[in-house]
């Protein structure tokens, strides 16, 4: 009951943090039909207060999204496979407008959105001028906490009219959370590495991407976080992963998953440096599934730390 209650207050704490960010427009005689609010970027947005036709371009905003209960207007999605079964079936009538890293502005303007939702990219946030210009509202929401997570869940239950709804399904993903956590309570955790694999590089994750959040969530450990450098991925130097030495490595893959696969065993196999780590050593290399981790998994973030604590303290 205790831990009900503090989730409750910390809802309650967002909920208010949200609720003074979204005054209500001041035009005379549109009070009620708009809003203006502050996105991650630090744009001030004026949007509709209960949106009708919303272009969603990232699945985790996506996912947010129906689970505050806006499924029904969702009118264009992003192409992605990191989407769960569930999310796929209630936005499949939503057509796509293409991956993240390549929205189709054509596409998103023929559907005449009243918002268009994306994530702090520039892939998405140039995006601003071209809408404003055809009178469509661009709100950019980063999800690289839990804390930013759980806003934006609120908010969009503002949004779809479904406040109670996006409430219940927030208490109940911290509820899940706090169960994870109290695999890791009161032991040491592990050092660890988050490595983050694209066709053109590996990187490492510090506690500033939401992975490395929810490492932080589990008691910390990760060495990343130890290394100079600013932002949520750093070039991985091998003089570092030496130094620090991870006793677990978790590997995310961005791209042709098989392939990055395939090369980041052949250099781990195949080098000295990644043979003297004890991680490598103890066959404590994981892939990381990817649709919790390749993007931010949304409403299912207990499970994605469900994974972390089972490779972490089994």
Request: proline letters at 5%; a negative charge; one cysteine or more.
């Amino acid at each position: 009951m205790r831990k009900l209650t503090a989730i409750f207050a910390l809802l309650c704490l967002l909920g208010a943090a949200a609720f003074f960010l979204l005054p209500q427009a001041g035009t005379a005689g549109r009070a009620d039909s708009v809003r203006i609010v502050t996105d991650s970027t630090g744009r001030e947005v004026t949007l509709p207060a209960h949106p009708q036709r919303v272009v969603i371009l990232n699945a985790s905003n996506i996912d947010l999204y129906v689970a505050a209960g806006g499924e029904a207007d969702i009118v264009g999605k992003a192409t992605s496979k990191a989407l769960s079964p569930e999310v796929m079936k209630a936005v499949e009538k939503a057509e796509e407008v293409g991956i993240i890293h390549s929205p189709d502005v054509e596409k998103i303007l023929s559907l005449e959105p009243d918002l268009v939702i994306g994530t702090n990219v520039p892939f998405h946030t140039n995006l601003a001028d071209t809408l404003s210009q055809a009178g469509i509202p661009l709100y950019i929401q980063s999800l690289d906490s839990m804390e930013e997570l759980t806003a934006a869940l609120q908010f969009y239950g503002k949004l779809t009219g479904h406040a109670e709804k996006a409430q219940a399904a927030a208490v109940k993903m911290l509820a899940d959370m706090d169960e994870v956590k109290q695999q890791g309570a009161g032991k040491t955790p592990p050092k660890s590495l988050i490595v983050f694999g694209s066709p053109d590089s590996f990187n490492m994750g510090t506690g500033k991407c939401f992975t490395g959040s929810l490492l932080n969530e589990l008691g910390g450990g990760n060495i990343a976080d130890k290394a100079e450098g600013e932002g949520g991925y750093l070039p991985i130097s091998m003089e570092f992963v030496a130094r620090e030495n991870p006793e677990v490595i978790f590997i995310i893959m961005h791209g042709k998953t098989e392939d990055l696969e395939t090369k980041m065993r052949q250099e781990l196999a195949s080098s000295e440096a990644w043979q003297n780590v004890k991680a490598v050593q103890q066959g404590k290399v994981y892939i990381l599934p990817y649709d919790l981790f390749a993007v931010n998994p949304g409403i299912r973030a207990a499970e994605a730390l469900r994974v972390l604590a089972a490779d972490l303290y089994q």
